[in-house]
């Protein structure tokens, strides 16, 4: 257990809490490279997680990271970066097991939670449960029950999330589209210089191959991106109308509240024709 004493010597912590596939990593990496603060390192050879906090190994699976390992992140960079998409928001499960680092999150942490446009979110969701299988994303479509699930969990996240005071949206589009806005914003919230360092968001990954060249090599890695084999599917390779239709009467209101329509890539990529003339005949607002 880590215990109140050992973290008092621990810089204000940065909550980045997202729904999986959501772009957590994108918001941990523009930390990272554009704040001196949060500029984290690991040795040649340590996962890319030892940049970072992953609060969920404490607050769902006891005994996997232990406590020394924790207060080498933490005090690795004087603003750590911890990330989280199963705890929940006002830390129950965490303080179960770990009341004292609880509490010092809760007291000291800034919160930031990102979004993403959930067809974008379940697109990628799919084609990591395909890499898991051996299956090819491309060549096959979630049934009706998959997609309930997911949206619904993308949902419940989402609300939960966004009712915990003192939590700041973040649109994973907006970052992308605008990143030197992000940047003003993050850097009044957190009280720390933006470095506005060329180019302003991290580099992407080019493969798996990077990914393990990152670990077995890097010290201050750009990316600590958690990609899929073979690369997310277009939306419009994923969803039919009916499925849209789906979609839209799980989380309508929050797709409304957020001022997604369903993506037309990466934040704009072509839905089928067909799903788009299906939803708009039908009268849907997204």
């Known amino acids: 257990m880590i215990e109140k004493p050992t973290l008092q010597a621990c810089g204000r912590p940065i909550v980045v809490a997202s729904h999986m596939r959501s772009g957590t990593h994108l918001m941990i990496d523009l930390l990272r490279r554009q704040f001196a603060a949060c500029r984290s390192w690991k040795w040649p050879g340590e996962p890319n997680d030892m940049l970072y906090l992953p609060l969920d190994v404490f607050a769902l699976r006891a005994g996997e990271w232990d406590k020394f390992r924790a207060l080498r992140v933490l005090h690795r960079t004087k603003r750590p970066l911890l990330k989280t998409h199963w705890t929940s928001p006002s830390l129950e499960n965490l303080r179960h097991l770990q009341p004292d680092l609880a509490d010092w999150i809760e007291s000291e942490g800034t919160f930031l939670h990102v979004v993403r446009n959930p067809f974008a979110v379940l697109a990628s969701q799919w084609a990591w449960d395909c890499s898991l299988q051996g ?40 970052v992308l589209a605008d990143p030197a806005g992000t940047l003003r914003r993050l850097s009044g919230l957190l009280g720390e210089n933006a470095l506005f360092r060329q180019p302003l968001l991290p580099g992407k990954l080019r493969g798996l191959w990077h990914s393990r060249w990152n670990r077995l090599t890097g010290i201050r890695p750009e990316s600590t991106e958690i990609i899929t084999e073979g690369g997310a599917p277009e939306v419009g390779e994923v969803f039919t109308g009916q499925d849209i239709n789906l979609v839209r009467e799980l989380a309508g209101d929050c797709l409304n509240g957020l001022g997604y329509w369903p993506p037309e890539g990466e934040g704009r990529t072509p839905l089928d024709a067909e799903a788009i003339r299906t939803a708009r005949t039908q009268g849907m607002r997204f």
């Open 135 to 174: 299956i090819p994303a491309t060549r096959s479509r979630p049934e009706s029950a998959w997609i309930r699930d997911q949206i619904s969990s993308w949902v419940h996240h989402y609300r939960i999330w966004s009712q915990r005071e003192n939590t700041h949206l973040f649109r994973y589009e907006d």
